[in-house]
Nanobody, 116 residues
Framework: QVQLVASGGGLVQPGGSLRLSCAASGFTFSNYNMSWYRQAPEKERELVAVISTFGGMSNYLDSVKGRFTISRDNAKNTVYLQMNILKPEDTAVYYC?????????WGQGTQVTVSS
């Protein structure tokens, strides 16, 4: 069955870095665009970053541009989110999603907490 398993979250101080991973299985990973979303307490889920099937195109939420980088390794069926210069407002549960215009697959979230 389809699985998206996110990992790499944790507690980090402001200014620190984390690298999230999302390992996919049960579908043809290279046929799907991949994205990361986040949801902070009492806020709506928002799109953080998206990457095309072979990584040629990516886009970011304005507030993370220059700090976050999305990448993928189709040989490992994994998408990454490198997060640098983290801020308290980046605190949220982060989710990965695979999509192809017809189907959306969501992973479970991984908690990122930025606090001193």
């Amino acid at each position: 069955q389809v699985q998206l398993v996110a990992s790499g979250g944790g507690l980090v101080q402001p200014g620190g870095s984390l690298r999230l991973s999302c390992a996919a299985s049960g579908f043809t990973f290279s046929n799907y665009n991949m994205s990361w979303y986040r949801q902070a307490p009492e806020k709506e889920r928002e799109l953080v970053a998206v990457i095309s099937t072979f990584g040629g195109m990516s886009n970011y939420l304005d507030s993370v541009k220059g700090r976050f980088t999305i990448s993928r390794d189709n040989a490992k069926n994994t998408v990454y989110l490198q997060m640098n210069i983290l801020k308290p407002e980046d605190t949220a549960v982060y989710y990965c999603k695979a999509f192809n215009g017809r189907v959306n697959y969501w992973g479970q979230g991984t908690q990122v907490t930025v606090s001193s």
